[in-house]
């Protein structure tokens, strides 16, 4: 009668540890701080004297040291004065500045986002030429197009009118160029080669595949067009004569030509405060769409 012998056990496998890695440490630059540190306070410190001087009496503008607050804190009673001022023409200066920027860097927007992905994804006759002339196009200072832009606009009626603002803030070459070369790299082709599998038309593509993966682009655009345009100075100054047409950037030039004519001292603070009342709308503007200029959201859309 045959016995069953136990086969020899095993023994247990050892687990490896892990072994401790360093991980290199950055390095550190002192030269690189210090110039760090020296941008940093060169870009704050106009802020900081901005936001101090708005807080300063007329009195204390011209009696207290620059970079330090005065005997009152005035801030809010400039800004009353500010906003009410010649029956509220800073609100109006405000006004066509906010239509100039939604109508025009909005518009730039989108025609760059339809420009640039159409030039991305799409192959034509020509496009190379395309290519060549928006490389142009970006090198082209704006302030070398502004004269021969208002004598067209001369010859058509328009100067004088809010058109003479808008139409040219619709072309922005630098944000095309930039969707375009975002748009190449940021949507995929297989994912639009899924989408027209499935049966999805072009334009239905472009808006529930295509767009969401542009979001940072698109942000980044936006922030650039309407910086440009909420601080565009020579094309109103050229082309606007009415003042109740004017932006807050010619419209705050006119106080400060008037602030410097004799007697016209009294307006010096409500320069001040007007200028500061400017830059908040930018500020905000980019701290809620900071969380939009991200990449990778393109990451899982495929897929596996």
């Known amino acids: ?6 086969a020899p056990a095993r023994p247990a496998p050892r687990l490896r540890t892990p072994r401790h890695r360093s991980v290199a440490r950055p390095r550190r630059s002192a030269l690189l701080t210090v110039l760090t540190t020296v941008v940093l306070v060169y870009s704050l410190v106009p802020l900081a004297w901005l936001l101090i001087n708005a807080t300063k009496t007329q009195e204390d503008l011209f009696s207290s040291f620059g970079l330090w607050f005065g005997d009152s804190f005035s801030l809010w009673d400039n800004v009353v004065t500010t906003l009410t001022y010649d029956d509220g023409v800073f609100v109006r200066w405000f006004g066509n500045t906010v239509l100039y920027v939604v109508v025009g860097a909005g518009g730039a927007t989108f025609l760059a986002i ?119 100075y020579f094309l109103p100054l050229i082309m606007l004569r009415d003042s109740s047409w004017y932006p807050l950037t010619l419209g705050l030039n006119a106080w400060n030509a008037q602030a410097a004519t004799a007697g016209g001292e009294a307006i010096f603070n409500l320069v001040i405060t007007g200028s500061l009342l400017t830059i908040l709308p930018l500020v905000a503007a980019f701290l809620l769409l900071q969380r939009y200029w991200q990449s990778g959201l393109a990451a899982g859309s495929v897929k596996e």
């Open 1 to 6: 009668m045959s016995t069953l012998t136990a």
């Open 114 to 232: 339809l420009g640039g992905y159409a030039l991305a994804k799409f192959d034509f006759p020509g496009k190379r030429g395309v290519f060549a002339v928006v490389i142009g196009a970006v090198a082209v200072p704006g302030t070398a197009l502004a004269v021969p832009t208002f004598l067209m606009f001369s010859q058509l009626g328009l100067t004088n009118t809010p058109w003479a603002v808008i139409i040219p803030s619709l072309i922005s070459p630098f944000g095309l160029y930039l969707m375009w070369t975002f748009a190449a790299e940021a949507v995929p082709g297989e994912l639009l080669e899924a989408a027209r599998i499935d049966g999805a038309g072009e334009f239905r593509t472009f808006f529930r595949v295509s767009l969401p993966l542009l979001a940072p682009g698109i942000v980044t655009v936006l922030l650039f067009t309407m910086v440009a345009t909420w601080n565009n």
